[in-house]
C-alpha cells in the first residue's frame, strides 16, 4: 500500500532529525560539562579557606591565594559594567527608537566592527587613553578596556530587544498622550528587560575571562590593592602568570583560579537573573 | 446639536502616496459617529489624524484644519491633543509588564501624577465606566492586564483611555478581535460612554455601525462619499456608491 510506505519514510526521516538534533544538542551541552568537570577535577582540590583569603607566596613557599585577584577582577568587571551597560543600553535605545537614519546605521555599522576589534587592540586603546595620560597602571584603566568591549555586544542586544517590543505598546503610550521618552523609559524599556537584561550578562561573561586587555591596563598585582587608581591583580591576569611558569604548585593555583573565574561568572550571570525574575513575577503575575 | 470635531479640508499622505483627499466633517458632540467603507478606503487613516497618531508613522503627513472643542488640534502639542481625544485600537494593546492598576493609572502616572488617593479613584472609576471593575476588583495589582481574557483586554484599553478623562474617543475596529459576546459588551459600553463624550468609531461592520452610531460617513479611496444619519445611510443613501456597498454589491 503505497499510503503505509510514506507514512514510515516520513516517520523515519522524523526519527532521524529529532535524534539528529538531540544528538547534536548533546554535543553543544557536553563540551560545557567537559569543560566544568576538568576544572573541578583540577581546581577544586586547591580551592581551599587559604586560597579565598591569601594573596600569592613567594615562590618555593606553598600556599598563598589568589584573593587579591578575586577582589581585584570584582572591581574591575564592576567598574567595566558601570561604564558599559548604560552606554550600551543607551546607544540601544537610540538604535532602536531613534536610529532609523544614516548616523544610525554608521553606528550599528561601527559597533559591528568595534565587536571584531581584537581585545589586544583595545586594551591598547585603553592604555593610551587611560594609562599613559595618568602615567600608572590602574583598575580604572583595566574597567575602561573593558567596557569598551562591553558596548557594542549590549548596544546591539538592546536594539534587538527594543524592536521586539510590538508597536501597539507604543502606540498605545502615544495614544494616551505620554511623551516618546516617557514611553521609553517606562514602557518600552521595561517591556524589553528580559532580553536585555541577557545581552548584558552575555557582554560582562565574555569580558570577564579577557586577559589581552588587562595585561597593560590593570597590569596585575601580586599584593592587596583596594584602589581603583592603582595597578591590580585580575583572576585572568593571574592564572596566565602562572599558569607559564614551571612550578606545579603554581599550575595548580591556576586550575583553581579558573574554576573560581568560571564560578564567578555563573553565580553573578545566576543572581542576576534570580533577583530580576522575582521582580518579573511581582510584576506580572 | 454641538460639533465637537470639525475637520476641514483635511489631506494625508503615506510617502508621496494621497491617503486622505481633503475631508470635511462635523463630529457631533456626545454621539457616536461611525466611519464604513472597504479596506483600504482610509478611515483609519482619517480617525488617527483626528488624534494626531497618523504623524507617529515618520512616512506620514497630514495638512488641513481638525478643531476639537474649537482648538486647532495642529497648533498644539501632539501630546496634549491625545489626552483630550483619546484612542482605542484593533487589537487589545495592555501594557505587558503592568498589573490591571498600572495599566489604567499609565496615562495619569507617567504625565505626572502622584497623589495615591486621585490614582485609586481615577481606576475604579474608569474601569467602572469600562464595566470591568466587578471583574477585576480583587486582582487589580496582582494580575497582569496581559493575563486578561481578549474581551476584557479591549475594556481595560477603554478604562485606560478613559482615564485621562478624553473629550473624545476614537475606537478602531474596537470589537473586530473579539467574539460576539465580548463584541456585545463593547456596543453597550458605547452607548454609556457617549452620554458624557464623543466616539468616532471605525468599523466593518455595518450592523455594528447602525446599532451603535447616530451619525455614519462612508469613505471610499480617501474620500468621504457620504455622511448623514446612519439610518438615512443604511436606508435611503443618496449616493449610489454608498448604496452598492451597504446592499453588499462590493467592498
Keep these: ?285 | 446639536m454641538a460639533t465637537a470635531i470639525e475637520v476641514r479640508d483635511l489631506k494625508a499622505w503615506f510617502g508621496k502616496t494621497e491617503a486622505l483627499h481633503g475631508i470635511n466633517m462635523s463630529v457631533a458632540a456626545k454621539h457616536a459617529t461611525a466611519v464604513i467603507g472597504p479596506s483600504g478606503c482610509g478611515k483609519s487613516t482619517f480617525i488617527r489624524c483626528l488624534n494626531r497618531m497618523h504623524e507617529t508613522n515618520p512616512e506620514a503627513k497630514a495638512e488641513g484644519k481638525v478643531k476639537v472643542g474649537g482648538m486647532d488640534i495642529y497648533e498644539m502639542p501632539a501630546v496634549d491633543v491625545r489626552r483630550r481625544v483619546g484612542m482605542v485600537f484593533q487589537k487589545p494593546n495592555p501594557f505587558p509588564t503592568m498589573t490591571i492598576y498600572e495599566n489604567v493609572a499609565a496615562g495619569l502616572k507617567l504625565n505626572g501624577t502622584r497623589n495615591h488617593r486621585t490614582l485609586d479613584e481615577v481606576v475604579e472609576h474608569s474601569l467602572q465606566q469600562a464595566a470591568l471593575w466587578d471583574e477585576v476588583k480583587d486582582v487589580l495589582k496582582k494580575k497582569s492586564g496581559a493575563s486578561l481574557s481578549g474581551g476584557q483586554q479591549q475594556r481595560l484599553c477603554i478604562a485606560r483611555a478613559l482615564a485621562v478623562s478624553p473629550e473624545v474617543m476614537l475606537m478602531d475596529e474596537p470589537a473586530s478581535a473579539l467574539d460576539p459576546i465580548s463584541t456585545a459588551k463593547i456596543e453597550d459600553l458605547i452607548f454609556e460612554l457617549k452620554q458624557k463624550l464623543t466616539i468616532v468609531i471605525v468599523t466593518h461592520n455595518m450592523q455594528q455601525a447602525s446599532r451603535v452610531a447616530e451619525f455614519t460617513g462612508f469613505f471610499l479611496m480617501g474620500n468621504l462619499i457620504e455622511f448623514d444619519k446612519t439610518e438615512h445611510i443604511f436606508t435611503n443613501p443618496s449616493d449610489k456608491r454608498t448604496e452598492d456597498y451597504i446592499t453588499g454589491r462590493f467592498g
Design chain 1, 1 to 285: 500500500m503505497p499510503k503505509r510506505q510514506i507514512s514510515l519514510r516520513r516517520q523515519m526521516t522524523d526519527y532521524f532529525f529529532t535524534g539528529l538534533a538531540a544528538s547534536l544538542s548533546v554535543i553543544v551541552v557536553s563540551a560545557l560539562i567537559a569543560i566544568f568537570a576538568y576544572l573541578v577535577l583540577k581546581g577544586a582540590g586547591s580551592l581551599n579557606l587559604s586560597f579565598l583569603t591569601q594573596t600569592p607566596k613567594p615562590v618555593g613557599e606553598t600556599g598563598g591565594g589568589m584573593a587579591n585577584a578575586l577582589l581585584g577582577s570584582v572591581m574591575i568587571l564592576g567598574i567595566a559594567s558601570l561604564f558599559g551597560v548604560p552606554i550600551g543600553i543607551g546607544a540601544g535605545i537610540y538604535l532602536a527608537e531613534y536610529g532609523r537614519n544614516r548616523l544610525g546605521k554608521l553606528v550599528r555599522f561601527t559597533s559591528d566592527v568595534l565587536n571584531g576589534v581584537p581585545s589586544i587592540v583595545i586594551g591598547l586603546v585603553a592604555y593610551g587613553l587611560v594609562v599613559i595620560p595618568q602615567r600608572h597602571f590602574s583598575a580604572f584603566a583595566g574597567g575602561v578596556a573593558l567596557a569598551i568591549m562591553m558596548v557594542p555586544t549590549v548596544a546591539r542586544t538592546a536594539e534587538e530587544m527594543l524592536l521586539l517590543v510590538p508597536h501597539a505598546v507604543r502606540e498605545a503610550a502615544f495614544g494616551l498622550g505620554i511623551p516618546q521618552w516617557r514611553t521609553t523609559l517606562s514602557i518600552t524599556l521595561p517591556t524589553a528587560r528580559a532580553g536585555i537584561i541577557t545581552g548584558v550578562m552575555l557582554a560582562f561573561a565574555r569580558v570577564a575571562g579577557e586577559t589581552a586587555p588587562l595585561m597593560f591596563t590593570a597590569f596585575g598585582n601580586q599584593f592587596w590593592s583596594f584602589s581603583a587608581n592603582q595597578p591590580i591583580a585580575a583572576l585572568p591576569l593571574q592564572i596566565f602568570t602562572y599558569a607559564i611558569t614551571p612550578y606545579d604548585d603554581w599550575h595548580r593555583q591556576a586550575w583553581a583560579g579558573a574554576l573560581m573565574l568560571v564560578m564567578l561568572i555563573v553565580g553573578t550571570t545566576t543572581l542576576v537573573r534570580f533577583v530580576f525574575m522575582r521582580r518579573m513575577l511581582r510584576g506580572t503575575s
